[in-house]
Every structure is written in C-alpha cells, then in structure tokens.
C-alpha cells in the first residue's frame, strides 16, 4: 500500500490541525496505521497507532489528550486531529501501515511497520 501524509501547516501555540493518511490506489483495512513524528537533531519517535485487529489506539504521553487517532472508512483514510499545539510537537509527521496486529507494548516499534508515506511538516509558532 502506498500512503500519503497532508494536512502539516503552520499554527500558532494553542491552534489545531489535522493530519490526513490516505492510501493510493488501494484501502487502509487490515492495515494498523501509526504516526510517528521526527523533530530537527531528535530520533523519530512514534506518536499514536490505530490497530486494526480491533481499532483500539495508542497515544505517547505527551500527546495524550490533545491528539485523537481516528479512521474514515468510507474515505479510506485515518486522521491524526491535533489540538492544543505546543512548540515542542513542531516536526516531520509520518504515517505507516503495519500488520493487522500489533502487540501492545510494540506499537511504538517502527520495524513493525512496512510501509511509510512522505512526511508532512507541522510548524507550532507565534
């Protein structure tokens, strides 16, 4: 499956965006998609997964409550709504398709996730 991050922009500290994941040419079911973030000079770190097998979703901490993991199935694609931005989430955005399953304490895990969408830039300024 190939996928397709949008949605990154500039947003002033306390704004939203919404990032989309969409596949080209084919659907996201039975794919676990995960979103992951990498920041200038900082690892790529994993922000939130939706699991497919059930639909239950994963979030970092520092995203917890202010991040919402959700799918559109009719338009086969997953969204990461972020809200209440801070400075510290400005980075590449990427989202990733994984297997049906994933165990929960590997979620995070980016060798688990096969294929990768270009990233999108999210900006978080005044």
């Known amino acids: 499956v190939q996928l397709q991050a949008s949605g990154g922009g500039l947003v002033q500290p306390g704004g939203s965006l919404r990032l989309s994941c969409a596949a080209s040419?084919?659907?996201?079911?039975?794919?676990?998609i995960g979103w992951f973030r990498q920041a200038p000079g900082k690892e790529r770190e994993a922000v939130s997964c939706?699991?497919?097998?059930?639909?239950?979703?994963f979030y970092e901490d520092s995203v917890k409550g202010r991040f919402t993991i959700n799918r559109d199935r009719a338009k086969g694609t997953v969204y990461l709504q972020m809200n209440s931005l801070i400075p510290e989430d400005t980075a590449v955005y990427y989202c990733?398709?994984?297997?049906?399953?994933?165990?929960?304490?590997?979620?995070?895990?980016?060798?688990?996730?096969?294929?990768w969408g270009q990233g999108t830039q999210v900006t978080v300024s005044s």
């Open positions: 939706r699991r497919s097998s059930d639909g239950n979703t």
């Open positions: 040419g084919s659907s996201l079911d039975g794919y676990t």
């Open positions: 990733a398709a994984g297997g049906r399953h994933i165990i929960n304490s590997q979620w995070r895990n980016p060798s688990l996730y096969y294929n």
